[in-house]
């Protein structure tokens, strides 16, 4: 890939690799993007790192299994105190006690967060793959999606993108099991194409997005029938006389492709055809800049920023480590400009620090108080909610 720096007034548009040890202000500011908040001794562990053995180091995997949320309130009669209720049939008599439990299990995770990008990227992908737990009350299958973002956070997108197809948190969200042949529903191919995957891009005429048209969701979501929950294995199973049977064709944006008679893994082929799309990789690479750097991106910042990222992204299968490499060590995200400014559009993330930083001192991990997942996280709400001030 090709750097060239152009200087303009936001600054240098260069993803040329950030050479030379960090130092303690530069170190700040990778800490600060890619943790909640970054302690002064985690600063100056990271402060004599060049930028790519810093970014090793926050993309390296945590040793053993993420361990399962434990029953915190004697409340809960099937789950005692310290016993994990993860592999318990959902009981909804305990319904308030397994998602106390299940908040305090992520909270807890943020709080005692390692030098690691994970817990950032699990964050990242909740925003962009939602699921809300006043929509999917059962707290097993909201488990089993929290683990599936902790597993992939960054690992490789399309096969997120598989995965979260068929979760069973996912597919209760969006009404993924009541799909079925001759009664199609539209909700998750529609947020497949429009939110998880290439985006609508510019409206052309009614019913045609740029990137996909209504007959494309339509074609889609026939796809997608035949998958159900099952609450008694949190899992999610395939029912081949409930899935639509006919030709799947898709529009000219996608070449015509045809889908057929391929049963439970025609949506391994519709992730396929989405991913062939450089719109794809463009789109996810946007929302991380977003995330990381900054929430505004004009022309400048598209041509030289985003679609180099896209091409090594697409180069790169859509695995995320060497996307994040060079966008996290780029001498663009160092730029100055950049360090202690807002990315407002996810303002909410700094009151998550400053909350977690005051909580601390005050409250065993073990027992945070409910207000703070009443009215400061809402983890299962897509963090825009709680934006203020957008212009």
Not at 91 to 115: A, F, V
Not at 162 to 168: A, D, H, I, K, S
Not at 190 to 216: A, M, Q, S, V, W
Not at 349 to 372: A, C, E, I, K, T
Request: aromatic fraction near 12%; include cysteine; hydrophobic fraction near 35%.
């Amino acid at each position: 890939m090709e750097n060239t720096e152009v200087q303009l007034k936001s600054g240098i548009l260069s993803l040329t690799p950030k050479n030379g040890e960090l130092g303690f202000t530069n170190a700040k500011h990778l800490l600060n993007r890619c943790l909640f908040g970054a302690r002064k001794s985690e600063i100056e562990f990271i402060q004599n790192k060049t930028a790519e053995e810093a970014i090793d180091y926050l993309l390296l995997e945590p040793i053993g299994e993420l361990p399962p949320p434990l029953g915190i309130k004697k409340s809960d009669e099937e789950t005692p105190v310290s016993e994990t209720w993860v592999n318990t049939k959902y009981n909804s008599k305990y319904s308030s006690e397994r998602k106390y439990s299940y908040n305090n299990w992520w909270i807890r995770r943020l709080l005692d967060q390692d030098i690691s990008l994970k817990e950032k990227m699990v964050l990242f992908w909740h925003n962009h793959f939602v699921i809300e737990d006043d929509v999917v009350s059962n707290t097993n299958f909201n488990y089993r999606y929290n683990k599936l973002l902790y597993n992939q956070a960054f690992g490789n997108f399309k096969t997120l993108a598989e995965e979260m197809t068929v979760n069973v948190g996912m597919l209760k969200y969006l009404d993924g099991d009541d799909n079925k042949t001759g009664a199609a529903n539209e909700n998750y191919a529609r947020e497949l194409f429009e939110l998880f995957t290439i985006g609508k891009g510019p409206l052309i005429e009614e019913g045609n997005y740029t990137n996909y048209t209504e007959h494309d969701i339509r074609e889609a979501a026939k796809i997608l029938t035949g998958w159900r929950t099952n609450s008694d294995t949190d899992t999610t199973y395939f029912t081949p006389s409930r899935h639509d049977e006919s030709d799947k064709v898709f529009s000219d944006i996608y070449n015509n492709f045809t889908i057929s008679n391929e049963g439970k893994n025609e949506y391994k082929s519709l992730i396929q055809i989405i991913f062939l799309q450089k719109e794809t990789a463009r789109h996810l690479v946007r929302k991380l800049y977003r995330w990381f750097v900054y929430y505004r991106i004009d022309e400048n910042i598209e041509i030289n920023i985003i679609e180099p990222l896209a091409t090594l992204f697409v180069d790169n299968n859509f695995e995320l480590k060497p996307l994040l490499k060079a966008l996290l060590g780029s001498e663009h995200f160092f730029e100055e400009n950049y360090q202690g400014s807002m990315n407002i559009k996810y303002i909410s993330q700094s009151f998550l620090l400053v909350h977690l930083s005051l909580l601390v001192s005050r409250y065993n991990h073990h027992n945070l108080p409910q207000v703070l997942f009443r009215d400061l996280l809402q983890l299962h709400k897509p963090f825009e909610q709680l934006l203020v001030g957008l212009g």
